[in-house]
Structures are given as C-alpha cells and as structure tokens.
C-alpha cells in the first residue's frame, strides 16, 4: 500500500510489488526521456502514512533493472500521457522522516494537554498506601473530578479539605519545614518564607491552587492549572513552555505522610512552588518546557529525564555546602535526609549525561547531580537543547500567550525588530545613569 509522490511536480507514481520485482508506474505530463534518466540516478521519495496516525516522508533509493513506454489510459491537456514501466532491484529505505508532533501553540490548546500516567493510581498500584481504601480513593476520584471538568480560562477549582486531610498536611509540613533550614537551597527558603507571609502558607491549613496561582503569577508570571494526576512527560513539559505548571488537589493517604508514589498537593506546594516563585528557576523551568516541543519521543525521554534529576531531584552548591532544589527531595522527608547524606554518589550536573541516566520512581536514587549554579544549570541546558533536532526554533510571546514558531525570514525579522527596540530602552536607561 506505497503511495509514491515525485519529487518533481510534473510525475506521478504508483507501485507495484509481485514476486517478480517492484514495479514502478509513473506517469509524465510533458514526458521527456532525459527526467526519467534523471530520475533513475536519484532516490524515489516514497510517502505513506504510518499506524501511528502520524505521517511521515521515507527516503527510498532502488536501482532500475528495466523501463519502457506506453501511450497513457488517461487524457491529460489535450493530449495523451506517457505512461512508463519500470522494473526495479530490491527498494532501500535510506531515511525516514517523521512529521513535527503536535504541540500546542496557544495557552487555551493546554486543554488538550491532559494524557495521564495511571501507573501509580490508588486503583492500579498495589504498593499505593491507599490501594485497599475505597473512602480515600473515592475522595480522591471527586478532587479529581475537578480537574477533568477544567477549562482554560476558568477560576481555579477550590477544595474543602477534611480534617484527616488538613491533618496529614500538618504533620508534613511541621517533619519538612524543620530540615529545610539545613538541607534546602537559599532560594527556596526565601520564597517559602514569603509564601508564608503573603500566601497563607503554614501548618494550619492547605493552600487553595487559586490562591497560590496568584501569587506565583505576580513573582515569575507562572500560573496553576489542576492535573488529574501524574501526566504524560510530553503535556507536562509542553505546559511549562507557557510558565503553566499543572498542579494536583488530591493529598496523599494518612497512613503514609512522609511519601506518596504518586504527586499529591504536598509534593506540589512544598516541593514545586517555592521554587517556581523563583525568578530564575522559573526561567529554567520555562527552558526545559520550550525545549520539549514539537521534540521526538526519544528526546522527549531525555528531556524527561533531565527534568527528573534538576527539578525532581537537583542539588546545587552554595556557600561551599551541597543543598536541595528538586521538589522529589523538599517534599520527602526520607529521601531529602538522604540524598543530603553521605550514602549516595554526586556527579556535577552535566545534561548530556543526566538525559540518558537510569532512574528509580520506586524507590530512592542511586546518583544525584550537583549543579554549580542556576544560571550553570540554565547555560547548560540551553546548549543541550540547541542540539535537539527541530526544523524550527520557538519563542514565547507574553502578550499573547502563545508560542511562535520562528520557521520563516519574516517572523525573525519581526522577533529581532521587537528584541532590537528592547534593546534600546536597556540602552537609555544605561545612559541615563550615567549622565546623572
Ligand atoms: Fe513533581
């Protein structure tokens, strides 16, 4: 079933395979002999669509064992075609080429952005602490409910948490918030300290996502959304290219405040949103989201991946002691403690190793990688991502919201004429300090 499209306008192409050979059909409005010679030294492009849905261009190369002609069945201009058969040896596929996968290019498209992991559901985990409890996972499947129901543009959904609920967060909280002084970073400490001035942040109650959302919107322009549950690495990282970050309501089982196989609303306030108050930390996580769209799959993993061992699980220097940054490590008690022990191996950050590095999502991580700085980690990534094989390159648009994809002179020239007028503020401005 190989539809072949010519790669010169004027041919068209069928194929034919028996036991004989592949023959080729081709049919030429203005038939010349010379373009079929000319077409036998290059390669036949070949376009079929894939099972995947997705469709794709393979590059085949075959040798011609044998051509002749024959007046037309169908009347073209007038006049009959040619149409030629060609015998040919065994077809090469020499390259494929897959179309770009969808991404979404406005904030609205995150609507679409919603594909779940359900690996570590309550309902499919045996090793979920709330597995045999069906009150909690009924809970669980109304807070959820939320989320699914969840329109771009809506106010965010907010949740009466019971007293159990309230209670597990308090016990977090107060075990977490007494080793943050020694284990967390510089830049978490100050941002979870203005959560608790400005935010309500504290062990009495659980922060509403609407509260926190505006918050972090005034601090780095990042905003909530509610997720189901843990998401497929393509739509969450595709969100953070919108500084969206998407958040669950859900809380972890009682029975086990100090871990959760899956993301609750303690991983994500304690561990995640410190962080993206962060000015600079919300531009890596912006970076990363950037990198990831429109990638292949198997960048996708990498890019995965990395996020895994900054975000989740990062380390970086500061004031010569080793401190924690990744949301896996500030929002589990157990793993913080060791991570920041003397037990497991530290390697500096570098992307193109940590891309490919095995991770545990079971149980604690046999290596951590220390980055310099996060402006280190940020140059860093930005180089690795440069390497990621996109026939574009994406920026974001802030007024818009949306993403633009710089793939003609036009809209580059437009970008830069924008950055040029950018520039001559910062200019002005440097003048005007130095005249005063
Ligand atoms: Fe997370």
Not at 126 to 140: A, F, L
Not at 163 to 187: I, K, M
Not at 202 to 212: A, M, S, Y
Not at 315 to 332: D, M, P
């Amino acid at each position: 079933g190989l539809e072949l499209v010519a790669y010169d306008s004027h041919i068209t192409f069928s194929q034919h395979s028996s036991e004989r050979g592949t023959a080729f059909f081709c049919t030429l409005s203005t038939p010349t002999p010379f373009k079929i010679y000319k077409l036998c030294r290059k390669a036949f492009i070949l376009k079929h669509s894939s099972t995947s849905g997705r469709s794709s261009t393979q590059t085949f190369e075959a040798r011609l064992l044998h051509i002749e002609s024959r007046p037309g069945r169908k009347w073209k201009n007038n006049g009959p075609d040619l149409e030629f058969f060609m015998r040919s040896s065994d077809v090469l596929l020499i390259s494929t080429h897959n179309a770009v996968p969808w991404f979404p290019k406005q904030i609205k498209d995150l609507d679409r952005c919603n594909v779940l992991i359900t690996k570590f559901d309550p309902d499919l985990d045996h090793g979920h602490p709330g597995y045999n409890d069906s009150e909690y996972k009924k809970r669980r499947a109304a807070i959820v409910e939320l989320a699914f129901r969840y329109k771009h543009g809506d106010p965010l959904p907010t949740v009466e948490y019971t007293a159990e609920e309230t209670s597990t967060w308090q016990q977090v909280y107060q075990q977490l918030r007494s080793v943050y002084p020694s284990t967390a970073c510089r830049q978490f400490l100050d941002s979870l300290q203005q959560l608790e001035e400005e935010c309500g942040y504290g062990k009495e109650r659980i922060p509403q996502l609407r509260d926190v959302s505006a918050f972090l919107k005034e601090k780095t322009g990042f905003q909530l959304r509610p997720a189901a549950g843990l998401l497929s690495a393509r739509d969450f990282l595709a969100s953070l290219a919108f500084r969206v970050f998407q958040c669950t309501q859900y809380i972890r089982h009682p029975s086990s405040p100090m871990h959760s196989p899956e993301p609750d609303c303690c991983h994500e306030l304690l561990g995640h949103i410190p962080m993206l108050a962060n000015k600079e930390f919300a531009q890596f996580s912006q970076e990363i989201g950037l990198a990831s769209l429109g990638a292949s799959d198997e960048d996708i993993e990498k890019l995965s991946t990395l996020y895994w061992f900054t975000v989740e699980f990062g380390l970086c220097k500061q004031n010569g002691a080793v401190k924690a940054y990744g949301a896996g490590l500030l929002s589990s008690y157990g793993e913080l403690v060791y991570a920041l022990s003397n037990e497991p191996e530290y390697k500096p950050f570098d992307p193109e190793e940590a891309a490919v590095q095995p991770y545990q999502d079971q149980t604690y991580q046999p290596v951590y990688f220390v980055s310099e700085s996060f402006e280190d980690a940020k140059m860093k990534l930005r180089r690795y991502s440069a390497n990621i094989q996109r026939p574009f390159a994406v920026r974001y648009d802030p007024f818009t919201c949306s993403i633009e994809v710089l793939d003609q002179p036009a809209r580059i020239q437009s970008a830069l004429s924008q950055m040029r007028e950018d520039l001559k503020t910062l200019h002005g401005a440097l003048e005007k300090l130095g005249s005063s």
